[in-house]
C-alpha cells in the first residue's frame, strides 16, 4: 500500500518535528513494511515521510521520499501508476532523461521536472496520493487519484499544516486534541460512514478525489491557514464529454470496444515485481476481471475468496467453480 505523511510548522525545531515524523511513521508501518524515509527542509519548517511496500522496483533505486534530478522537486508518494512504461519511454525520447532505476515513483516525479505538475496531472492514469515539495517556490502541494482509491487526510493542528494516509499518524502531533466533530457525527448517523471532505476530527479533513491542495509558504503570516484547493478532474465532465461524443455503432461493435477497453486496464494493472492475485467473489465483476488476468497470464492466477458461516451470505462455491472453470490456483 505505501504510506505517506508531513508536517509544515513555524515554529517546531528540527529535532522535534524529526521526533513527530518518526512517531507518524511508526502508527503508519503496515501500510509500507519494507522500507521507511524522511526529509526534512529545516528552514522551512518542512517535514515528508515515507513507509514503502515495495512493487515495483524493489532496489534502493525506489527508496522515498525522492529528490528530483534537477534539484527542485522532493516526492513522497503512495499508489501505482499505470501506464509509468509509456511515460518514461516519452520522457526519454522527449527530452533525453536518463533514469537510475524502474521505479513508477522516479517516473512520476520526471514528469513533474519536465512538464510540470498540472500538465503530469492529466497524463498520469493509476491511483495515487502524494506530496510534493517545490523548493524553488517554496510551495507544497498535496494530490488525490481522480476515484480517491488512495486516502489522504490533512488539516491543521493549531498553526501547524498536516497530512498522512491515516488519521492515526495524525493523532501524533504532540499538541493534537481529539475534538470530535458534531457535525461528522450527523453525517455519520445519517450515512452510515463520514463523507468527504469531513473526518471525525475537527480541523482535520479528507483531501476529495481529483483534488489538489496547495499551500504555499511565501508570504504566509504566522498565524494563517490558507491553503487553496483545486479539481484538476471531475467525473461530471468526463460523463458530458462521453454523451457527446458516442459512436453511433451497433451493439457488437459496442461489446467489442467494451472487451477491448476492460482487458487494456486490466493488463496495465498487473505490472508488478511481486506475485500478484485477486479476490474472486464469485460475482459477475470479479468473474469478469479473473477471467481476464487470467486469459494475460501464462500461469494460473492466484485468487482468493472469503466464507461465511451463514450460508445466505456464503459465495464460496461459486467463487470456486469459477476459479475451477478458468483454471486459477484458488
Known amino acids: 500500500m505505501c504510506a505517506i505523511g508531513g508536517v509544515v510548522s513555524r515554529d517546531l525545531d528540527r529535532e ?46 525506489g527508496h522515498q521520499p525522492m529528490v528530483s534530478q534537477c534539484d527542485r522537486y522532493v516526492l513522497s508518494y503512495n499508489g501505482e501508476i499505470y501506464n509509468f512504461k509509456d511515460l518514461r519511454v516519452n520522457l526519454e525520447s522527449q527530452f533525453a532523461h536518463r533514469f537510475t532505476g524502474d521505479s513508477d515513483t522516479e517516473v512520476l516525479l520526471a514528469l513533474i521536472s519536465h512538464k ?16 510534493l515539495w517545490d ?30 494516509s491515516e488519521l492515526r499518524a495524525i493523532l501524533e502531533h ?7 466533530d458534531l457535525n461528522s457525527v450527523s453525517l455519520l448517523m445519517r450515512f452510515n460512514c463520514i463523507p468527504a471532505p469531513h473526518s471525525i476530527y475537527k480541523n482535520i479533513f479528507k483531501l476529495e478525489p481529483g483534488c489538489l491542495l496547495t499551500l504555499s509558504l511565501n508570504g504566509l ?3 494563517a491557514r490558507q491553503v487553496h484547493i483545486e479539481n484538476y478532474w471531475d467525473i461530471a465532465e468526463v460523463f458530458k464529454k462521453s454523451d457527446e461524443q458516442l459512436p453511433a455503432t451497433d451493439e457488437n461493435e459496442i461489446v467489442d470496444q467494451l472487451h477491448a477497453l476492460l482487458k487494456d486496464a486490466v493488463r496495465i494493472r498487473m505490472v508488478s515485481d511481486v506475485p500478484l492475485g485477486a479476490f474472486l467473489s464469485g460475482g459477475i465483476d470479479s468473474s469478469l476481471v479473473v477471467s481476464l488476468m487470467q486469459s494475460l497470464s501464462d500461469r494460473p492466477v492466484k485468487t482468493f ?26
Not at 498535496?142 to 501547524?160: F, H
Open 221 to 223: 503570516s504566522p498565524n
Open 135 to 164: 523548493k524553488k517556490e517554496r510551495t507544497l502541494h498535496i494530490a488525490r487519484d481522480r476515484i480517491g482509491e488512495k486516502p489522504l487526510y490533512w488539516g491543521w493542528v493549531e498553526k501547524d499544516f498536516i497530512f498522512a
Open 174 to 180: 504532540p499538541r493534537f486534541e481529539k475534538t470530535i
Open 16 to 61: 522535534t518535528l524529526s521526533h513527530i515524523l518518526k512517531k507518524m511513521a511508526s502508527q503508519l508501518a503496515h501500510r509500507g513494511p519494507d522500507d521507511e524515509g524522511f526529509w526534512t527542509d529545516a528552514d522551512s519548517g518542512l517535514g515528508l515521510l515515507h513507509r514503502r511496500l515495495s512493487i515495483i522496483d524493489l532496489s534502493p533505486n
Open 305 to 330: 475468496t472469503i466464507g461465511h458461516f451463514e450460508k445466505k451470505y456464503d459465495e464460496s462455491s461459486y467463487a470456486k467453480e469459477i476459479a475451477a472453470h478458468l483454471g486459477c490456483e484458488h
Open 116 to 131: 510540470g505538475l498540472s500538465a503530469a496531472l492529466k497524463e498520469v492514469n493509476g491511483m495515487f496520493a502524494f506530496a
